[in-house]
């Protein structure tokens, strides 16, 4: 059974848009931080942004205003808006929620930017 699952990936030009959304299953989504990492390819994975459930937020330096994360509790679901996009934010994007024994990591969803 899959805890995380992700959505919304795809295909956009240059300066368009994105809607990542991940939902966690409802045993394990309760009061544990959320969020996003990346990794293209020969890179190491990146932080792009983290939300606990207090509010407070986290994002990756190369973000500058352009992502913005949510979390939708009654959903047990984190989204990332992407605007702006570049290529160079072309990647797998893999959702993740962090407990204090473990981490549990989406399938992984691609994002490419084509110039």
């Known amino acids: 059974q899959e805890q995380l699952v992700e959505s919304g990936g795809g295909l956009v030009q240059s300066g368009g848009s994105l809607r990542l959304s991940c939902e966690a299953n409802?045993?394990?989504?309760?009061?544990?931080?959320m969020g996003w990492f990346r990794q293209a390819p020969g890179k190491q994975r990146e932080l792009v942004a983290h939300?606990?459930?207090?509010?407070?937020?986290r994002y990756g330096d190369f973000v500058k205003d352009r992502f913005t994360i949510s979390r939708a509790n009654a959903k047990n679901q984190v989204n990332l808006q992407m605007n702006s996009l570049t290529p160079e934010d072309t990647a797998i994007y893999y959702c993740?929620?962090?407990?204090?024994?473990?981490?549990?990591w989406g399938q992984g969803t691609q994002v490419t930017v084509s110039s």
């Open positions: 939300i606990i459930p207090g509010g407070t937020i």
């Open positions: 409802r045993s394990i989504f309760g009061i544990w931080p």
């Open positions: 993740n929620l962090r407990t204090r024994v473990r981490d549990y």
